[in-house]
């Protein structure tokens, strides 16, 4: 069983559609991120929690929203998405003190495609 | 502006000969470096980091070298092998310990048999 687990794997939906994207972990950690991935800029973050009570804009979170329903579960939603939200998403978790710079974990990914 | 830039959209080597990733950045206040491997329909899965006081950090067959003066770190793969082919982030990180990275454009590794 994967430790990261996105659902859906793969989603189509139309213009001004609100849609959520799930992650659950079974790492036991803390600290939970979204990022999106875009063909030619590598991966950008979205939205941080560094636990439950904590959430934080990334550097691109404009159009998304965050739950951080338990220390488990971090979900992502677009309120009303626009096509240039068709990306690749990633979930991810991190446990401090894991060494040089902190690992991420991550999900298979959501590939969203917005009609 | 894109802080950290891997210029090589893709790479090629033949099995068993080097394979060299090479990757910029821009800020200065960067204190750890990490590098991730990401194969079709997978997530990212990490591989090796650094730490700005270090010049080089080494992991079975894989390196990373750091020169802060020229803002340049390089990933080796000595031997190269068929498995090896995927892409492959550069990160970095200004916010000390965190997840909180800033990721590459990647590069696709191809190792021919």
């Known amino acids: 069983d994967a430790d990261v687990t996105q659902t859906p794997r793969n989603r189509i939906t139309k213009t001004g559609k609100r849609i959520m994207l799930e992650c659950s972990q079974t790492?036991?950690?803390?600290?939970m991120y979204w990022y999106r991935q875009d063909p030619g800029l590598g991966l950008r973050l979205i939205y941080y929690?560094?636990?439950?009570?904590?959430?934080n804009k990334g550097e691109i979170s404009d159009g998304y929203s965050v739950s951080r329903q338990a220390q488990a579960k971090f979900s992502l939603s677009l309120e009303s998405a626009i096509p240039n939200q068709t990306a690749l998403y990633f979930c991810?978790?991190?446990?401090?003190?894991?060494?040089?710079?902190?690992?991420?974990?991550f999900g298979s990914g959501t590939q969203l495609s917005v009609l | 502006d894109q802080q950290v830039k891997q210029n090589s959209p893709s790479l090629s080597v033949q099995e068993g000969r080097i394979s060299i990733l090479n990757c910029d950045y821009t800020?200065?206040?960067?204190?750890?470096f990490l590098w991730y491997k990401k194969y079709p329909a997978e997530g990212p899965t990490f591989l090796i980091s650094?730490?700005?006081?270090?010049d080089k950090n080494e992991d079975g067959r894989f390196t990373v070298f750091l020169n802060k003066s020229a803002k340049h770190l390089s990933l080796h793969i000595v031997p190269s092998q068929p498995g090896d082919s995927a892409v492959y982030f550069c990160?970095?990180?200004?916010?000390?310990?965190?997840?909180?990275?800033?990721f590459g454009q990647g590069t696709t590794l191809q190792v021919k048999p």
């Open positions: 790492k036991g950690h803390d600290r």
């Open positions: 929690s560094f636990d439950v009570k904590d959430i």
């Open positions: 650094i730490s700005s006081i270090k």
């Open positions: 991810a978790t991190s446990d401090p003190g894991q060494g040089v710079g902190e690992k991420l974990f």
């Open positions: 990160a970095a990180s200004d916010s000390g310990n965190t997840g909180k990275l800033i």
């Open positions: 800020n200065s206040m960067f204190d750890y």
